[in-house]
């Protein structure tokens, strides 16, 4: 076995092809989801500890930090995969906007970072390294109109990077993983995945594979910390 990784928001999408990925690489995983999908059950029948957690939730994430905690006296590395996608009302702005701000900033950045103080210690108690990795968003260093909240609550998971990696170092490396368009959703129209695909150099989806093949270099890593992967298809040079 290659350690216990715990990851946030393993109910679909990344989070899931991601625990799939780890487990089949011989790694144990944690898993936090929301909603209790079908297909979770392949994460279980491959050893997955997969637990309801809502982040929203102070009583709920509370309970189970202090589940891993009894549970698990190392981990190998914390991917802070969860993420919830709101955007601010187009006729009213300012409706529901503090619910709004709050929200985003509660999954993206204040959850981590009680994550992250909570666990230290099972990531240095390890006999090697460990690594947290944050996965934030392209939109975090460009802002968003439409999803001002969200760009902003990823810009602050960026910045947990930087104070994480100088804190913890050099036991625990601490990175991002800034991805932009990963892969399109199943009820995303014709016409917004042509405009999506021309903000970026390389006009395509990143997948899943992409931002796993991230991960894994992050972890078998060494000498990186306090940085921030770039899988963006050259987005900032349009």
């Not at 939730?57 to 914390?78: M, N, W």
């Not at 995969?81 to 709004?100: G, L, T």
């Not at 991002?176 to 042509?194: G, H, Q, R, V």
């Not at 796993?212 to 987005?235: E, P, Q």
């Amino acid at each position: 076995m290659s350690g216990t990784v715990l990851i946030t928001g393993v109910g679909k999408r990344l989070g899931f092809a991601l625990a799939k990925q780890l487990l089949s690489d011989g790694y144990k995983v944690i898993g936090t989801y929301r909603t209790d999908y079908p297909h979770l059950q392949q994460l279980r029948d491959k050893g997955a500890d997969l637990q309801p957690v809502d982040f929203y939730q102070p009583s709920s994430v509370d309970g189970f930090l202090d589940y891993v905690g009894q549970e698990y006296k190392t981990l190998r590395a914390i991917i802070h995969n969860a993420s919830d996608w709101k955007a601010e009302d187009k006729q009213s702005p300012s409706k529901n906007a503090s619910e709004i701000f709050n929200q985003m900033m509660t999954v993206h950045a204040g959850v981590p970072y009680l994550v992250n103080l909570t666990l230290k210690d099972q990531l240095m108690a390890g006999d090697n390294t460990s690594d947290i990795i944050h996965i934030s968003d392209y939109v975090a260093d460009k802002g968003s109109k439409k999803h001002i909240a969200y760009a902003a609550s990823k810009a602050a998971l960026n910045n947990l990077t930087l104070s994480f990696s100088a804190m913890l170092a050099p036991k625990v490396r601490v990175n991002t993983i800034a991805p932009a368009l990963i892969k399109f959703n199943d009820d995303d129209d014709e016409a917004y995945k042509s405009k999506a695909l021309q903000k970026a150099l390389i006009p395509a989806e990143a997948g899943f594979e992409e931002v796993i093949n991230g991960i894994k270099f992050v972890l078998a890593s060494h000498y990186m910390t306090g940085r921030t992967l770039h899988l963006d298809g050259g987005r900032h040079l349009k």
